[in-house]
T-cell receptor
Framework: KAGVTQTPRYLIKTRGQQVTLSCSPI?????VSWYQQTPGQGLQFLFE???????NKGNFPGRFSGRQFSNSRSEMNVSTLELGDSALYLC??????????????FGPGTRLTVT | DQQVKQNSPSLSVQEGRISILNCDYT??????FLWYKKYPAEGPTFLIS?????DKNEDGRFTVFLNKSAKHLSLHIVPSQPGDSAVYFC???????????FGTGTRLKVLA
């Protein structure tokens, strides 16, 4: 099976702009989560989607949003970019069945730099 | 409020010896715990997990121990190999949620 893919891998944006990141989960995985990783902060949970519905949201401002499509692919959007949004954004997918969510498999991430 | 803590930012171990990585958590509602390994420029890779109904899970050289009374999780790697050098994250999931809380990571260096 192909792994989780994320595009683009690298992105440079200017303050005030917006950005959209894309994630394609492993085939058969319907749960997709997004994380922000910054030095010293570990992975901070952004949100999780399942069957096009957001089931959980982390403590991030409303500038961070996401969506999931019927084929389980997901996008996250950050509007009005700030310098502090520079980070590695990771997407993870997991299989969800019989009420149980299993371990997450991560993509390589998108490195966003805001200047 | 950091619910999952990895208090050692780094650890160095000689090749062939045991590596012990530790993780503490504060939320007694966590019911599933995982360890991930991360190399630079790659996403985290799942290593091993444990349910809160168990106190030990083993997979090859990797063993995870869970002490619920102490709210403590540890990962043992025996024997350690230079290829194990990476950043290790522990993560926990709240019962009935779909949200994983990660620690800040421990950088393991295995010396040849």
């Amino acid at each position: 099976k192909a792994g989780v893919t994320q595009t683009p891998r690298y992105l440079i944006k200017t303050r005030g702009q917006q950005v959209t990141l894309s994630c394609s989960p492993i085939s058969g995985h319907r749960s997709v989560s997004w994380y922000q990783q910054t030095p010293g902060q570990g992975l901070q949970f952004l949100f999780e989607y399942f069957s096009e519905t957001q089931r959980n949201k982390g403590n991030f401002p409303g500038r961070f949003s996401g969506r999931q499509f019927s084929n389980s692919r997901s996008e996250m959007n950050v509007s009005t970019l700030e310098l502090g949004d520079s980070a590695l954004y990771l997407c993870a997918s997991s299989y969800y069945g019989q009420g149980i969510s299993y371990e997450q498999y991560f993509g390589p991430g998108t490195r966003l730099t805001v200047t | 409020d950091q619910q999952v803590k990895q208090n050692s930012p780094s650890l160095s171990v000689q090749e062939g010896r045991i590596s012990i990585l530790n993780c503490d958590y504060t939320n007694s509602m966590f019911d599933y715990f995982l360890w991930y390994k991360k190399y630079p420029a790659e996403g985290p890779t799942f290593l091993i997990s444990i349910s809160s109904i168990k106190d030990k899970n083993e997979d090859g050289r990797f063993t995870v121990f869970l002490n619920k009374s102490a709210k403590h999780l540890s990962l043992h790697i025996v024997p350690s190999q230079p290829g194990d050098s990476a950043v290790y994250f522990c993560a926990a999931r709240g019962k009935g949620t779909y949200k994983y809380i990660f620690g800040t990571g421990t950088r393991l260096k295995v010396l040849a």
